[in-house]
């Protein structure tokens, strides 16, 4: 090989040697900052929203999703283990897609986090995210699609997508957003728009595709950045749905700090933590540990639609 030509190869080979080794190094970095981080939430006695609690709720729910057994459990809506303590809504919605394939649309960038792409993503499935704003986690080098828009209206023609889950999100359809977009327009009250943002989920959809949607559930709440929908506001968004199929399931967290199936009338008197969505001014400067080990809602609502 000619000498110059060897001297280029050897710079842009010691070039990547010294990328991969930076590239080790953070990954050995975060590594331990999450391995510390883990410990503190352990040490602190497992309070929510603490310093390695959504590295912790991530590890559990991955093992959930990997859980063949467990996930039977979800996907034949039975009793779940009495020490069931983490999110429900994920697993219930891995569950209902297991044998979904297509274009499916992330309608709230609930799933954008890579132990869940990992586990989404496959050869007959395309995914897109819409979200009000970019989030740093990105995975366009996989094939997933981005659009920042409002689910009031999306800019998508008619029956495009064959599945679209909305999880955690609908009930800040209307409401004070300003902490995701730190934008202060975002800031509105308009309690009744999940609907709009229903139709517009549905009007995407093709015929015989799902919406899985999940919001939580039991006496109403307005607490400025969404609402807690009660069985009127169920109600009201069943009767939109016109033609369509509707199954409806419900999960209540137990005095136990267990999660498990439940009725409706068993979540009515149900209360979201107030504070975890309060401003940060407002917030406590210790999130408060709750007897039943709650993180947010005490009871959901999950509602599997097939469009007509």
């Known amino acids: 090989m000619p000498r110059p030509y060897a001297r280029a190869l050897g710079k842009l080979t010691n070039a990547a040697l010294r990328k991969v080794g930076l590239e080790v190094r953070r990954i050995d970095s975060d590594a331990v900052a999450a391995a ?46 009495a020490d069931y303590g983490i999110c429900v809504e994920i697993p219930w919605l891995f569950a209902k897609l297991r044998n979904v394939s297509g274009r499916i649309l992330d309608a709230g960038s609930a799933l954008n986090h890579a132990f869940l792409i990992d586990r989404l993503l496959r050869d007959d499935r ?43 999100t609908l009930e800040h ?6 902490a995701f977009t730190k934008r202060s327009a975002e800031v509105e009250h308009r309690p009744t728009d999940y609907l709009r943002a229903c139709l517009e989920m549905l009007r995407i959809l093709r015929r015989g595709g799902r919406l899985l949607l999940t919001v939580p559930f039991g006496k109403y ?3 400025g950045a969404f ?9 009201l968004l069943t009767q939109s749905m016109h033609g369509a199929k509707i199954d409806i399931g419900y999960f209540k967290l137990r005095r136990t700090g267990a999660w498990d199936v439940a ?30 080990k709650a993180a947010s809602a005490r009871a959901v609502a999950c509602l599997d639609i097939v469009k007509g």
């Open 173 to 178: 359809v209307g409401f004070d957003n300003e």
């Open 221 to 223: 709440q307005d607490v």
């Open 36 to 81: 510390r981080a883990l410990r503190k939430y352990e040490a602190s006695g497992r309070i929510p929203w603490s310093e390695g609690y959504h590295i912790a709720h991530a590890k559990l729910i991955a093992a959930t999703l990997d859980d063949c057994a467990l996930m039977a459990v979800f996907a034949a809506a039975e009793n779940l283990p």
């Open 227 to 235: 609402q807690q929908f009660s069985a009127r506001e169920i109600g």
């Open 263 to 292: 009725t409706a009338d068993e979540c009515a008197q149900c209360e979201s933590v107030h504070w975890v969505m309060a401003r940060e001014n407002e917030r406590p400067a210790v999130f408060p540990m709750q007897a039943d």
């Open 126 to 168: 395309k995914l897109d995210v819409m979200t009000l704003a970019p989030e740093k986690p990105c995975f366009t080098h996989r094939c997933v699609g981005y659009l920042y828009e409002d689910l009031r209206s999306i800019p998508i023609v008619d029956e495009h997508y064959d599945c679209v889950a909305c999880i955690s």
